[in-house]
């Protein structure tokens, strides 16, 4: 071992398992662990690692007897003939004659800046004391408290909210780690310093008891606030109400007006508190206000501050001596040295395999308590698992009832029921401004119903609600499986809903806005547990030194999804699949024309069981509730389906806010290409449901067709003739060929692109009008003698309007050309028996995707996206 060094580790926890880890993998020999002996059979995670790598283990439940070293012990330790010890998380007094025994001596991981808050329980008297900084050191040990030379030490930032779990996970945890293999290489290369402690600054601070915990009250704000979360979870910051001993879990400063609440009596206060829908808030003596979010009283019962005054038992938790042994956590999370309401099972340093653990143990210990790893995945904090667990152990863990207004019709043959308003955390509820707008059913122009409409302040309040959560992909599996089948279950409702919010012909949105959809969901749920975490990247050894480098894949975060009329629910589940599928929460605007669907989906999430904040829906405008999600300093990507010009305006904003990443799936003049060598009839067929399909409001809908001269006439007729055939007229009618435009605003716009279209000399050879009859339909339209420069070869209508020109005889180059003389490149097509022209055609086409001989025909495993103007990114596949 050259510049290793045979080590001796004293200590415990996870975080002495990881050290021992750590110093394994950087070739270090450790000769001995000594460790706690196991506790209700249950041995310490350092000794669990240490035993499977078949390093000795001692498990000495004192070091010493009567103040005197045990001489049994000190023998045993010297067996193994360390060149150092390593005490990483130490709570045994180690005799000197085993401190001073190595030659290079021992060295003690400290959660302090040193010499400040010397002794125990250093991370609460930095909270207690109001310090602005927090951090740890690694220190020679010598026989007084905590006083022997420094090696190195390491800071962060308090924050003013921050607990000692915040603390501990986010910094004293895995930077000790970190540390403690730095000071170990150090001290082989002879590098190591040791810099004498001074006396200035140097405070001495023992554990605190809970008699010299109560609260004085004639203190600021802030120093109140210090005084509980440095108390918090033990033994616990007090105060007397009503006669008896109340203690006090969860404090944060707060800011901005006194909000409304019933005054609350509190022994040596100068003013009372008050009792809010978000709990106690309390007041410094400089008229400054903090929020205490738990109370427990003398008896054991703990319940949220906000429910003092409630007369409802449901919301007291009282735990009684075995239910407190549910923290089975303290077991496995023994590097945590507080379990506190906050304490996250996973953040603290547990895995799958600690789920398995725990459930088997709570099993074992619980004979009528049966809980799923889900259970865990849903309960991550240590309070919402105890209050879950409790529940189900007296036979009260039925859901919260999730309550939702409904619009209900008649319709379909059947009770369709929508919610109509924004979904947030979970709940449904009207916009902060109490806004609605009406959604008009397109068959008729009569109003399906008024919606909510969501305001800047809604879009801060789902995010924040986005962020507060965190998925963990395994459950995320299982919660995409379930919605899938819930959807598929409700497929002829969403139809429904669909065809009367979006005048999408019933049969194809139960074929493909609803059954895509549900194949969307089921394909990336495959996806959660196979994302590879990383890659390595082979580099250069050239150099003396060997290094590996590798990728690693985290989830974005918040995400914002911005989807169009056109498929409301499937545009939805391409984007909001792959969100959720990578670990991702979201936040939904879906179009304001169009947003029942949306808010069904949000429904059946619920009752999927996805976390609260997971996903959030927000119906209203573009203008206002889209464009702050493009401006919002939480959010770190943004997806949107729309309009080029729309898709430059959020790219702008996504860039000036916070840089955050974006998709755009935009605009779009698909060129289809028919050769005279094509099967004609298939052509034909295609060729309409290339323009015709969903009403021609199809991103990838053939915005001009190319036929070649010598089958162009008979092509022309043959459509018209097919069109002829077509029904026009409502879409709930199995027989409907074609139903109305999605809104009024848009069959105006589709009227008008036929008028540009024979001012400027275009054949108008079918249609171009709106049907004589209620709603908004319009005819399947063809146009003919389409040249180049016209407004119709130029600009998408997004509608059923057949745009053709004709090509001459032979000339494939020249019809590329025309077909990429366009700033668009979202999709194309080709017919032709020839399959060498088939690939060459193809290979030049500037387009996402090029359909051959074939058209619409997308699948959940392909990625679907496009080229130029027509946006960047993908959706769908891998």
Known sequence: YQRKLKLALIGQSIFGQEVYRHLQKEGHKVVGVFTIPDVNGKADPLALAAEKDGTPVFKFPRWRVKGKPNREVVEAYKSVGADLNVLPFCTQFIPMDVIDSPKHGSIIYHPSILPRHRGASAINWTLIQGDKKAGFTIFWADDGLDTGPILLQRECDVGRNDTVDDLYNNFLFPEGIKAMVEAVQLIADGKAPQMPQPEEGATYEGIQKKENAEISWDKPAEALHNWIRGHDKVPGAWTVIDGQMVTFYGSSLLDGPVPPGQPLAIKGTTKSGLITKNGLVLFGNDGKMLLVRNLQFEDGKMIPASKYFSSDEMSVIELTEEEKKMSIWKGILSNVALIEDSTDFFKSGASSMHVVRMIEEIKQKYGGLQLQNEDVYMATKFADFIQMAVRKLRGEDEEEELVIDYVSKNVNNMNVKMPYQCFINGQFMNAEEGKTYDTINPTDGSIIAKVSYASVADVDKAVAAAKDVLLFLILTCVLIKRLADLMEEHQEELATIEAIDSGAVYTLALKTHVGMSVQTFRYFAGWCDKIQAGSTIPISQARPNHNLTFTKKEPIGVCAIVIPWNYPLMMLAWKSAACLAAGNTLVLKPAQVTPLTALKFAELSAKAGFPKGV?????????????????????????????????????????????????LELGGKSPLII????????????????????????????????????????????????????????????????????????????LEYCEIGVKEGATLVYGGRQVCKPGFFMEPTVFTDVEDHMYLAQEESFGPIMVISKFKNGDVDGVLKRANNTEYGLASGVFTRDLSKALYVSENLEAGTVFINTYNKTDVAAPFGGFKQSGFGKDLGK
């Open 675 to 750: 050769f005279e060598d094509c099967e004609l009839d298939k052509a034909v067929r295609m060729g309409m449901g290339a323009v015709y399909f969903n009403k021609g409001e199809n991103c990838i809908a053939a915005g001009r067709l190319f036929v070649e001269e010598s089958v162009h006439d008979e092509f022309v007729r043959r459509v018209v003739e097919e069109i002829k055939k077509m029904k026009i007229g409502d879409p709930l009618d199995r027989a409907t060929d074609h139903g109305p435009q999605n809104h009024k605003a848009h069959l105006e716009k589709l």
């Open 615 to 663: 996903i959030n829906i927000l119906p209203g405008s573009g203008g206002l509730v889209g464009q702050h999600l493009s401006e919002h300093p939480d959010i770190r990507k943004l997806g949107f389906t729309g309009s080029t010009l729309i898709g430059k305006q959020i790219m702008k904003s996504c860039a000036v806010s916070n840089l955050k990443k974006v998709s």
